[in-house]
C-alpha cells in the first residue's frame, strides 16, 4: 500500500491540532474528538503540551483512505520549537498549511510558507476557522496571494461565514481561472486557453494534481476544524492531489531519523523515515558517523497508533529500537536523494546557565540535561568542568519555561536560569598548517599535519585527506576526523568554530609487530591526543573572526503604533528591511541581533497596546563589531601546551 507522510503545520493557534483530530475522526480511527482546551487531543501526549494547549514535539499519527496510508505528523506552531518543524520537513512527501480565517496571514505563516517553497515541499492551503465571527473569503484569498504567493488554486467556495452553519461548496473541474493558472506551466494548456477551447475535467485534475505535487501550485480549501466543514474535501484533496511514495523495498537501506525519544525502559527510540530497502528485527545498520547498532524492536504507524511489527518497508515511518547513541538528523545506511538540501537546521543562537535549586542535586540535574539533549541535540549541553555550571542553547524564552517544567515534572528537579546570553561563532580569516612528529617533544605515538583554511559561509566544517590513500589504517584517519570536529567545538575565543576545512597533511605511526600489538605500537588514542594540539596550532596561525546571530524579525503592528516602533528598532541594532502598510495594520521586517530579540519582544505590547505580534528567525552571522566576547573553556585548553599535556597526562 502506498504511504503519503504529510505534515501539519501552522502559525500556533490556527488550530492544525484540531485539524488533525478531525481528519483522525472522518476516516474513523477515532470516535470521539480530542479538545486541546482540555488536552485530550490524540498527538499532544506531554503532559506539559495538554497543560498549556500548545504543541512542543511532533508527533505521527496514522489513518488510511481508500487504498494509501497517510502518516500524519503534527508539528509545534510556536517560533521557539521551529527546530522541531525543520527536522520534520525532511521526511515530508507533502504539507497542509493551516491559516486562520479570521486572522489570516501571519507572522509565522509566512516563515513556514517560504521554507516550504525553498524545499519544494508539495502544500495544500487549508483555511480553518470559517465559522467564527470575523472570518473572511474573498479579501482573505487577496491576502494569501499578496503574502503567501500568487500560485494559488481555490478549491471552492463558501457560504455563512462567520456561522456554526457555515459550509465549503468544491467547484466543479474547469472553474474559471483555473486553466489560466496552470497553464503557465503546461504548453497544452496554454493553448487551448489561448484558443478558447475546452479542457476535459480529467486533463484539468491531473495538470493540477502534476503541478501541485512539483509544489508549482497550491490549492485552497476552506472549512473549520470543529464542524468538520470542507474536511472531507480536503481528505480528497490529500489523497488526490499530493504525491504518495513508494520506494523499492529492494533496495540498500536509506533513511532519516527525525526523533528520538526514551521508551518505558529507558533505551533509546528513532523515529525512522525509510526512503528504500526493507528493515528487519535483529539487522544490523549503519547510522551517524561510523556507528551501528542491531534492531530489537519494530513498530510501524497504523490507525492511530504504533502497532509492533517483524519490518518497514520504503515510503514508511516506524519507531525503531535497538540503534544506541542514534540522534536526530543521522541517516540510516545511504544517504536519501535530497540529503542535502532537507538538512540544514537553524541553529539556537541563546543560552543559559542552568542551576539546582538544592546544591545536592548537580549530578541529577547533569544526568537529566544529558537525557533531553539526546532527544534534542540542537539544546547543545555544555559542562564547564567538573562541578562547573551546565549551560543549555536555546531558541526562546517560552522554550526555557518548557525545559523548567519538564525537568521539575519528569524528574523531580526544580531549577533557576541564569539571564539568557547569546551563542556566537568563530570563523577562519586565513589558512594555517601545523604539523608534529614522532619523537622528540611530541610524547604520542603519532604524528599529524593539518592544513585549516575559510570555506563558504554555511557549509560547516568538512575533511579533507592530503595523504597518499594507504599511508595511515583508516582507524586513525577517522581518530583524526573525529577529534578535529570536536576540537572546533571551542575556537581561540571559545566558540564554535565553523565554515572551514581541515586537511590531514602529514601523518607517521607505529605500525604492529608481525606477531601482534605491542605496547609500543601506535592507538588510535594517540591520534586522539596529539590532534588538538596539532589543530588548535594551525588555527592560532589562520586567526578567527567572532561573528553574532543575526535574526530576520516579522512584525504585525497596528499602523498607528508604527512611528513608535521603527525608532526602537533602530535603538537595538536592528536594520529595517521592507514595511508594507496595509489598511489599520502594518508589517515591519528587520534584520536585529539575536541578544537583542527578547527585548524588543518585551517593550511591544506597551509600544503596540498589547497588538502587535513579533516572530523571529535566525537569518545569518556578522562579524561582531568592537571587541570580541569570548566564552570560557571546557576542553583541556589545547591552546596552552603545557596545561594540556598535564591535563592528559592525568586522565592517562
Not at 477515532?30 to 497543560?51: F, N, P
Not at 517560533?79 to 521526511?91: K, M, Y
Not at 608534529?436 to 617533544?441: L, N, R, S, T, V
Not at 528591511?577 to 528587520?590: D, M, N
Request: aromatic share 6%; proline share 7%; hydrophobic share 40%.
Amino acid at each position: 500500500m502506498p504511504s503519503l507522510n504529510l505534515g501539519i503545520l501552522a502559525h500556533v493557534d490556527a488550530g492544525k491540532t484540531s485539524l488533525t483530530e478531525r481528519l483522525l475522526h472522518a476516516a474513523g480511527v477515532i470516535d470521539d474528538l480530542g479538545s486541546v482546551d482540555e488536552g485530550s487531543t490524540q498527538t499532544d501526549t506531554l503532559a506539559l503540551e495538554r497543560e498549556r494547549g500548545i504543541t512542543i514535539k511532533s508527533a505521527v499519527v496514522s489513518f488510511a483512505v481508500g487504498g494509501t496510508t497517510v502518516n500524519l505528523i503534527d508539528t509545534p506552531g510556536h517560533p521557539d520549537f521551529i527546530a522541531e518543524v525543520e527536522r520534520v520537513l525532511g521526511v515530508l512527501d507533502g504539507a497542509v498549511l493551516v491559516v486562520s480565517a479570521v486572522e489570516g496571514v501571519q507572522a509565522q505563516t509566512r516563515v513556514l510558507m517560504r521554507v516550504l517553497r525553498r524545499l519544494r515541499i508539495p502544500t495544500l492551503l487549508f483555511v480553518n476557522k470559517i465559522d467564527r465571527g470575523g472570518a473572511r473569503y474573498g479579501s482573505l484569498l487577496d491576502e494569501l496571494r499578496s503574502r503567501l504567493t500568487p500560485a494559488l488554486a481555490p478549491m471552492g467556495t463558501v457560504s455563512g461565514l462567520g456561522g456554526k452553519d457555515a459550509a465549503f461548496h468544491p467547484y466543479p473541474h474547469g472553474v474559471a481561472g483555473l486553466v489560466e493558472l496552470l497553464a503557465e506551466q503546461d504548453d497544452d494548456l496554454l493553448g487551448a486557453y489561448l484558443d478558447d477551447r475546452p479542457v476535459p475535467g480529467p486533463r484539468l485534475r491531473d495538470a493540477l494534481a502534476g503541478q501541485t505535487g512539483r509544489a508549482l501550485v497550491h490549492p485552497v480549501y476552506f472549512g473549520s476544524a470543529m464542524t468538520g466543514a470542507g474536511v472531507d474535501e480536503l481528505i480528497g484533496g490529500i489523497t488526490g492531489l499530493l504525491p504518495a511514495t513508494g520506494g523499492d523495498p529492494a533496495a540498500p537501506v536509506s533513511g532519516t531519523v527525525f526523533k528520538v525519544e526514551r521508551g518505558g525502559a529507558g533505551d533509546l527510540v528513532a523515529y525512522l523515515r525509510l526512503y528504500a530497502g526493507t528493515v528487519r528485527l535483529r539487522d544490523r545498520l549503519a547510522f551517524g558517523e561510523g556507528r551501528t547498532g542491531k534492531v530489537t524492536g519494530i513498530s510501524v504507524f497504523d490507525r492511530g497508533g504504533a502497532e509492533r511489527a517483524p519490518s518497514v518497508d520504503a515510503g514508511r515511518i516506524a519507531k525503531v529500537t535497538g540503534l544506541a547513541e542514534v540522534r536526530i538528523g543521522d541517516t540510516v545506511g545511504a544517504p536519501p536523494p535530497h540529503a542535502a538540501d532537507r538538512g540544514q537546521f537553524a541553529p539556537p543562537t541563546l543560552e543559559t546557565v542552568v542551576l539546582p535549586r538544592r546544591p545536592g542535586e548537580r549530578g541529577a540535574l547533569h544526568a537529566a540535561l544529558a537525557q533531553l539533549a539526546e532527544q534534542d541535540p540542537l539544546i547543545g549541553l555544555r559542562h564547564d568542568g567538573p562541578g562547573g555550571d551546565l549551560a543549555v542553547s536555546l531558541y526562546g524564552e517560552v522554550q526555557k519555561e518548557v525545559i523548567e517544567a519538564t525537568l521539575a515534572r519528569d524528574y523531580g528537579i526544580e531549577v533557576a536560569f541564569e539571564q539568557t546570553t547569546t551563542v556566537y561563532i568563530e570563523r577562519p580569516v586565513g589558512i594555517g598548517a601545523a604539523a608534529e612528529p614522532m619523537g622528540g617533544a611530541n610524547p604520542f605515538r603519532a604524528g599529524v599535519g593539518l592544513r585549516l583554511e575559510p570555506a563558504a559561509p554555511g557549509t560547516g566544517v568538512r575533511f579533507g585527506l592530503g595523504i597518499e590513500p594507504g599511508s595511515l589504517p583508516a582507524a586513525f584517519i577517522r581518530a583524526v576526523e573525529e577529534t578535529a570536529r570536536r576540537t572546533l567545538r571551542q575556537g581561540l575565543h571559545g566558540w564554535q568554530v565553523t565554515d572551514c576545512v581541515v586537511t590531514l597533511t602529514y601523518s607517521s605511526y607505529t605500525p604492529p609487530p608481525p606477531y601482534g600489538w605491542s605496547r609500543w605500537s601506535s592507538s588510535a588514542g594517540d591520534f586522539r591526543d596529539l590532534t588538538p594540539l596539532v589543530l588548535m596550532a594551525a588555527l592560532r596561525q589562520a586567526g578567527t573572526g567572532v561573528h553574532e546571530p543575526v535574526h530576520r524579525v516579522h512584525l504585525e503592528v497596528p499602523a498607528d503604533a508604527l512611528a513608535a516602533v521603527v525608532p526602537v528598532v533602530g535603538r537595538l541594532g536592528g536594520v529595517t528591511q521592507a514595511t508594507t502598510v496595509g489598511g489599520a495594520a502594518c508589517e515591519l521586517e528587520a534584520d536585529l541581533p539575536a541578544v537583542r530579540v527578547h527585548e524588543l519582544r518585551r517593550e511591544l505590547p506597551s509600544l503596540t497596546q498589547g497588538e502587535g505580534v513579533l516572530v523571529s528567525v535566525f537569518d545569518h552571522y556578522r562579524p561582531v563589531r568592537g571587541a570580541a566576547p569570548g566564552r570560557a573553556r571546557t576542553d583541556f585548553n589545547p591552546l596552552d601546551r603545557k596545561e594540556y599535556l598535564l591535563h592528559v597526562s592525568r586522565r592517562a
